[in-house]
């Protein structure tokens, strides 16, 4: 049957802490940061779990997770190649997969890389033995309404705990800290970090003595034998040890210090403990047991270092985050409609502002529509007789027919880089063209003499090319072809030459002379630039 140890009412969102061992469990339930309710129950059976029940159905909103403080549990410190952090957590995976049973409840902690050299991976990979005793606190934990929010290791969730102590009581600079907590459902459990980290713990079991000062002496027998085993893992100087006791008042009063022969030790019980961390209500002053103060301050960390489940209680999770999932995207779509329709709200007399002046500006537009319409009625119907006539007017352009106006025209492209040796002007009469003969009636060949320094070359080149250009670009409209263009590049990278044959000696010279022919106008439509 539970032992109820505490019992007082409060309102406002709860949270519940089961810490089982293999002497039986405790539930405390916390509210705003403080202890209202703790049972505690030998077993997971029926009989015994009575007072736990109740409570939970009476809060079944209260989400509940649980502490193990079991004696199978296992941490291994493993160093992994330095390959990608997604790679790396394969590895860790099929290590867990090999190393320990199939049935246990297994994860894993980042260490960290190390500094220097390869820059290894540090894991830490942690297993608990999935008993029958512990699978019988799941089942009872799973029936309930409540939440579950997943299983903590006690060993693990002690390092905050320690650090805590430490800290509160101004002990955090030392390297190592040793941690006994006296615990209702499992015994003396021991942690020792090194620089904030776990890397040893052990459970001794209740001694079968009860008497305060050979419990005492035990304790202290079993910090020699851990004080021992630290120098394997590399501790040299014990003086950069703190210890932190938590145990009855009983027990504190025959343990000695020198027999610990550590740098600073501390011996406190749950009560002073709770009241050092201020965990409101954790402990009464004449309290024997850790296990409430750990279970209120681990509820007052939020969550768990590492959340472990079995296969069912992953599913459980799933679930639950689908569903909070679920109801955070409701909740922004709803908020989302509810800004949009505030928005549309807000610009509904604006948009009605806006629609009456667009139907102002309608009315404007079709105004001037009609009247465009009317004035187009006065416009003649054979709109294809004067195009013809506009065309005829283009085909009797004077000034394009003119040879003189040409003359003029192809004189300022020249520009005094070249002369006109000869020229040749020819023109038909467009009304006497056969439909096969070309319709370009103006015939145009000029025999032009580059007039440029030929040194240096390029710019001779450069003077040649910019001329051709400028006659182009002069007459629009009509094809211009050309001779090979002074001064062009060969395919071998040199410059086109001619070879004087009356010297005696073969001199190169750059080709100075270009025949350009003009033919147009063309059938593209085009005007004439002057």
């Known amino acids: 049957m539970a032992l109820k140890l505490k019992n007082k009412s409060g309102g406002g969102k709860s949270s519940f802490i089961l810490m089982i061992g293999d002497e039986g469990a405790t539930l405390a339930q916390i509210n705003k940061g403080g202890v209202i309710r703790r049972l505690f129950a030998q077993s997971p059976d029926p009989s015994h779990t009575g007072g736990f029940d109740e409570i939970l159905s009476?809060?079944?909103?209260?989400?509940?997770?649980?502490?193990?403080d079991m004696m199978d549990q296992s941490y291994v410190v493993q160093t992994l190649p330095?390959?990608?952090?997604?790679?790396?957590?394969?590895?860790?995976?099929?290590?867990?997969?090999?190393?320990?049973?199939?049935?246990?409840?297994?994860?894993?902690?980042?260490?960290?890389?190390?500094?220097?050299?390869?820059?290894?991976w540090n894991y830490?990979?942690?297993?608990?033995?999935?008993?029958?005793?512990?699978?019988?606190?799941?089942?009872?934990?799973?029936?309930r309404e409540n939440t579950f929010k997943g299983i903590g290791l006690i060993p693990l969730e002690l390092q905050s705990f320690t650090t805590a102590i430490a800290k509160a009581l101004n002990k955090n600079n030392f390297e190592?800290?040793?941690?006994?907590?006296?615990?209702?459902?499992?015994?003396?459990r021991q942690v020792v970090l090194r620089d904030g980290k776990l890397i040893f713990t052990r459970m001794?079991?209740?001694?079968?003595?009860?008497?305060?000062?050979?419990?005492?002496?035990?304790?202290?027998?079993?910090?020699?034998?851990?004080?021992?085993?630290?120098?394997?893992?590399?501790?040299?100087?014990?003086?950069?040890?703190?210890?932190?006791?938590?145990?009855?008042?009983?027990?504190?009063?025959f343990l000695d210090p020198k027999n610990i022969k550590v740098g600073d030790c501390n011996f406190s019980t749950p009560y002073e403990i709770s009241n050092l961390l201020a965990l409101n209500e954790a402990a009464q002053a004449k309290d024997h047991f850790g296990d409430i103060v750990i279970s209120a301050f681990i509820a007052k960390q939020g969550k768990l270092v590492l959340p472990l489940h079995n296969a069912?209680?992953?599913?459980?999770?799933?679930?639950?985050?689908?569903?909070?999932?679920?109801?955070?995207?409701?909740?922004?779509?709803?908020?989302?409609?509810?800004?949009?329709?505030?928005?549309?709200?807000?610009?509904?007399?604006?948009?009605?502002?806006?629609?009456?002046?667009?139907?102002?500006?309608?009315?404007h537009i079709s105004d001037d529509l009609n009247k465009a319409k009317a004035k187009s009625a006065e416009l003649p119907k054979q709109v294809s007789l004067y195009e013809d006539i506009n065309m005829m007017d283009g085909l009797f352009n004077r000034k394009q027919y003119d040879a003189l106006e040409f003359i003029n025209n192809f004189a300022n492209t020249l520009e005094n880089v070249a002369l006109v040796k000869d020229f040749?002007?020819?023109?038909?009469?467009?009304?006497?063209?056969?439909?096969?003969?070309?319709?370009?009636?103006?015939?145009?060949?000029?025999?032009?003499?580059?007039?440029?320094?030929?040194?240096?070359?390029?710019?001779?080149?450069?003077?040649?090319?910019?001329?051709?250009?400028?006659i182009n670009k002069k007459f629009v409209g009509f094809d211009v072809d050309k001779t090979e263009l002074p001064g062009i590049v060969s395919e071998n990278q040199e410059v086109k030459t001619t070879l004087d044959d009356s010297s005696t000696i073969k001199e190169e010279k750059l080709i100075d002379s270009v025949k350009v022919t003009i033919l147009g106008p063309s059938d593209k439509k085009a005007g004439n630039k002057k």
Do not use: C
Not at 58 to 68: C, G, H, Q, W, Y
Not at 99 to 110: L, Q, R
Not at 127 to 134: D, M, V, Y
């Open 58 to 68: 009476e809060n079944p909103s209260a989400p509940i997770t649980m502490l193990v």
């Open 82 to 120: 330095p390959v990608s952090s997604l790679n790396v957590k394969k590895i860790v995976t099929r290590r867990l997969q090999k190393d320990f049973p199939p049935d246990d409840i297994k994860g894993y902690i980042v260490l960290g890389r190390e500094k220097t050299g390869r820059r290894d």
């Open 124 to 143: 830490m990979m942690v297993s608990l033995a999935n008993h029958a005793t512990l699978q019988k606190w799941l089942e009872f934990t799973v029936e």
């Open 176 to 188: 190592w800290q040793i941690l006994v907590s006296h615990n209702k459902v499992s015994g003396f």
């Open 204 to 253: 001794a079991q209740p001694f079968g003595d009860s008497q305060p000062d050979v419990i005492a002496g035990n304790i202290e027998q079993e910090m020699i034998n851990t004080l021992e085993y630290l120098k394997r893992l590399g501790l040299q100087d014990i003086k950069s040890i703190s210890a932190t006791l938590i145990v009855a008042e009983e027990i504190k009063n």
């Open 312 to 363: 069912y209680t992953k599913k459980l999770a799933d679930l639950l985050l689908f569903i909070k999932l679920e109801k955070l995207f409701v909740g922004l779509l709803i908020l989302a409609f509810l800004v949009f329709v505030g928005m549309t709200g807000n610009d509904i007399i604006t948009t009605q502002d806006k629609i009456d002046s667009i139907l102002t500006e309608k009315t």
């Open 424 to 470: 040749e002007w020819k023109i038909n009469d467009p009304l006497k063209i056969d439909s096969k003969e070309d319709k370009r009636q103006i015939h145009i060949e000029l025999n032009l003499h580059l007039t440029s320094p030929t040194e240096p070359k390029e710019t001779y080149i450069a003077a040649a090319s910019s001329l051709i250009d400028r």
